[in-house]
């Protein structure tokens, strides 16, 4: 009886001791909750918080994903538009080039002339006419130009006429008419050159453009009137005989007209070392005819001369529109005679900028207003302004400062 007690006891023991470990772990979470330093609601905030940043890195992820698989797509499209772009045939390519302005389409626009040709047979004279000009390249800072016109006849070039000058314009008006004495054989070889220039006073004019019209191939049965496209000018003409700055001033009441030679610049080679020796001639013409001239000291080896040398004549107030400043730059040779490099003049009779300088300094009398001028050739000074022989007139005053 005793052995079988105690042998059934133990099962009990057993049984009590698992049923008091299956109670206690609720005891413990319960327990925890309880020791927490804030409230369970504030816990469960802290949970939605925690789940809510996982849902949107999740999403992010997701939108990468698809939007790098999205690039990777149309890179690929594109690769495949540029196989197909290398397998189109060279005439096609060509083609596609040639709309409109095709080739040469990132060069600048220069913008455009409207010009007149009219030539009577009967009397050798070609009439060139500089109407306007359009969309013209703006050359300054303020994003305008000051344009004028240079006209001649190439390749002889005898004559080069200018328009006005016209201020701060895109799109001046010129109406200006120049007649060149031209044979009808001439006309078979020879080409009308019209160059648009931007201004600058003291400095070297920019070319804007230039229109060369061979006139061997124009209908002379009726005056030809169009508008054309300015082109780059060419480099190789016309030749560049350099650049000299004078400053005139005019005192009307005392009838004084001073000439400063201030400098010159890139002036043509004429020795054989590939220097020049320069000096500078200023000529008073009245009516056309030789009155008095004076020049400068002559700088040696040099194509860049500086003088600031001051001439001064009297002219009185009542002859000053009739009076012609011609300047001439000349290269000294001891053995040899001396070669003249450039010319130009001013008077109510020059056109362009040596007009427009002229003016200036009848405008402005007692200042000095200087003025940078491109140099032509003798022939072509000549054959605009003609001299005649000197004039005996009474013996003018005239000092050099």
């Known amino acids: 009886m005793i052995n079988i007690t105690s042998t059934a006891s133990t099962p009990l023991t057993s049984v009590t001791q698992n049923s008091s470990n299956s109670t206690a772990a ?190 061997s191939s124009v209908d002379w049965n009726h005056v030809i009137e169009e508008w054309q496209d300015l082109s780059d000018a060419l480099k190789c003409e016309p030749e560049d005989l350099g650049d000299i700055c004078i400053s005139l001033r005019y005192v009307p009441a005392g009838g004084r007209l001073t000439v400063i030679v201030l400098e010159a610049r890139n002036l043509k080679s004429m020795d054989l070392g590939g220097s020049s020796d320069p000096y500078v001639k200023v000529q008073l013409a009245l009516d056309k005819r030789k009155w008095k001239k004076k020049k400068t000291s002559t700088k040696k080896k040099t194509l860049n001369p500086y003088f600031n040398e001051s001439f001064s004549f009297d002219v009185p107030f009542d002859h000053i529109q009739r009076v012609h400043l011609v300047v001439s730059v000349w290269d000294h040779d001891a053995v040899t005679r001396n070669d003249t490099m450039g010319k130009i003049f001013l008077g109510s009779d020059a056109s362009g900028n040596q007009l427009m300088h002229w003016a200036d300094m009848l405008a402005n009398p007692r200042r000095p207003v200087g003025q940078w001028h491109t140099l032509l050739t003798a022939e072509q000074v000549n054959s605009t302004l003609v001299l005649k022989k000197k004039l005996a007139l009474p013996k003018m005053i005239s000092r050099q400062r």
């Open 26 to 215: 609720p005891g413990f979470i319960d327990q925890i909750l309880h020791d927490l330093p804030f409230p369970l609601w504030a816990l469960y905030a802290i949970l939605a918080a925690g789940g809510l940043v996982v849902l949107v890195v999740i999403c992010l992820c997701i939108c990468c994903y698809c939007k790098r698989k999205k690039s990777h797509k149309k890179k690929k499209k594109h690769q495949l538009e540029l196989k197909g772009l290398e397998a189109a045939s060279g005439a096609a390519l060509v083609g596609s080039g040639r709309d409109d302005n095709g080739y040469g389409s990132n060069q600048k626009k220069r913008g455009k002339l409207l010009y007149s040709l009219d030539y009577q047979a009967t009397k050798t004279e070609l009439t060139v006419g500089i109407k306007q000009a359009a969309e013209l390249m703006a050359m300054d800072l303020g994003g305008s130009s000051d344009p004028y016109v240079k006209v001649y006849i190439s390749p002889s070039r005898t004559k080069t006429y200018e328009t006005k000058v016209h201020r701060n314009t895109l799109s001046p008006l010129f109406n200006e008419h120049f007649t060149f004495q031209v044979t009808r054989s001439v006309l078979a070889t020879s080409a009308v050159v019209m160059q648009v220039f931007d201004f600058n006073r003291f400095s070297k004019h920019d070319i804007i453009g230039e229109l060369r019209v061979d006139l």
